[in-house]
């Protein structure tokens, strides 16, 4: 008699999608089948909020998905460099990760919703660095958040020989001061209560006649305004551009 044995358990793979800058027609091809098949998802929010990433793929998804939102333990309630900081975010990044180690140890494909580019200044490289020893980790790119900017700016943002520098607002005054003056183009990320010292900084580098501010790049409600005419807050997904000016024929 022969006895066949039983096939061991196929192992998951985590899949880290990029949705693109937040218009769901703007994902890939590959986003938008993933996202739509996917018996697992998971994506990162705010405590209350129902996140940016579950927003974009409202309506894709099937009707007996499994949803696994990250909630983030603090987001400004503790200063960046106090020590809490990063002890509290390791200890979350460890929670989800025994959550998604544990669907893909039992057969589960998981996607991972991300905002613009998964491997641009988003929180699934938390993820993907510690799970890359754990479980098979696929990613998937996704258009970047700034390039939709720059697209609703209707303007290049580089020409010929420029150079492209990308700042975040958390940077301090100083620091941006020196950075803006010193490149061709401009992008400035995370913006939110950081906005009036960039204003700052842009007008100390000489440069604020040449500063745009879009709002909700390629969504419904987009706005592109100079700087010097935007409103004294601005909502999250909001992106500093300064164009280049460089070679062309």
Same mark, same amino acid.
């Given at each position: ?34 996202? @739509? ?8 929010? /705010? ?6 990433? @579950? ?86 790119? !996704? ?34 001061? @020196? ?10 990320? /995370? ?5 009036? /010292? ?47 000016? !460089?070679?062309?024929?």
């Amino acid at each position: 008699m022969i006895t066949v044995q039983p096939s061991a358990v196929r192992c998951g793979t985590i899949h880290g999608v990029g949705l693109g800058p937040g218009a769901c027609d703007l994902m890939s091809v590959r986003a938008d089948r993933l996202v @739509r098949g996917a018996r697992h998802i998971a994506y990162f929010r /705010k405590a209350g909020r129902s996140g940016h990433a @579950r927003r974009i793929v409202d309506g894709m998804l099937r009707d007996d998905v499994t949803e696994f939102a990250m909630e983030y333990p603090v987001t400004t309630e503790i200063a960046v460099a106090d020590p809490r900081y990063n002890d509290c975010l390791s200890a979350f990044y460890a929670g989800c990760i025994d959550h998604l180690a544990g669907l893909v140890r039992g057969g589960e494909d998981v996607v991972v919703l991300c905002e613009g580019d998964p491997f641009f200044y988003g929180s699934f490289m938390h993820l993907y660095t510690r799970l890359q020893t754990i479980a098979p980790v696929c990613v998937v790119p !996704g258009i970047t958040g700034m390039s939709g900017a720059w697209t609703a700016s209707g303007a290049p943002i580089t020409w010929g020989d420029d150079v492209l520098t990308v700042l975040m607002a958390t940077l301090p005054e100083e620091d941006l001061v @020196r950075r803006i003056r010193d490149t061709d183009a401009l992008v400035v990320m /995370k913006i939110g209560r950081h906005l009036g /010292k960039l204003r700052r900084a842009v007008a100390a580098a000489g440069r604020e006649d040449e500063a745009w501010l879009v709002e909700h790049a390629a969504m419904q409600d987009q706005r592109v305004t100079p700087l010097g005419e935007a409103d004294a807050v601005t909502p999250y997904f909001s992106i500093l551009l300064i164009h280049g000016q !460089g070679r062309r024929p």
